[in-house]
Each structure stands twice: as C-alpha cells, then as structure tokens.
C-alpha cells in the first residue's frame, strides 16, 4: 500500500502540550478534551516506546509486590506459596501452569 500525501489536514493554532511549538495543522480535527502533540513530540514518543513489544516501557516502575500464601492449586494440587495479588478466598487459585493452560 502506498501512501501519497493526499491527507486532510485541519488548520489549528495550538501548541504542544510536551514542548509547547505552535502546531497550524493536523491530520486530524482536535476534539479539546485531550492534548496535542507536535510531530517531533510524537516521533519521540514513539521511538522511546518501541523497545517494550507491548509499546510501554516498564523499566523505570517499581518492581511488582508480591504476597506470600500458603495454598495448593485447584486443578493439580501444586503448592503456591506467592502470588502477585492477595487471594480473597472466593475464587479458586491455580498454579502459573495450570493457569496458562486455561488460557489457551
């Protein structure tokens, strides 16, 4: 597919919300209810999300906390002795394989 320069572009006269340059057009009509970023911003943004597959980059947050239990899995009866959350009793708790398999 190519892509040629035939966009609509929407005459504005805002500024980046990161770097405050003065944006006159857009490839889209702002609706006002988020922010507005120049290409250089956006190009920025981008990049620096790009090391993360998931386009976010985890590395500058806090470690997970994780709560130690004394359980046995539902399906196979594995001991758990820590989860990345603390269970509420209600739900059954699986093993991270029988859960993966769960899942599909």
Known sequence: MAFTNDR????VDLSCAKCGTHISQLPFQPSGDRPVYC?????AFRSESRGNDRGFNRGSQAPRQMFAVNLSCA???TKITELPFQPSGDK?????????????
């Open 8 to 11: 609509q572009m929407f005459d």
């Open 39 to 43: 290409s250089e911003c956006n190009r």
């Open 75 to 77: 399906d196979c009866g």
């Open 92 to 104: 059954p708790v699986y093993c991270r394989a029988c859960l993966q398999a769960k899942r599909g």
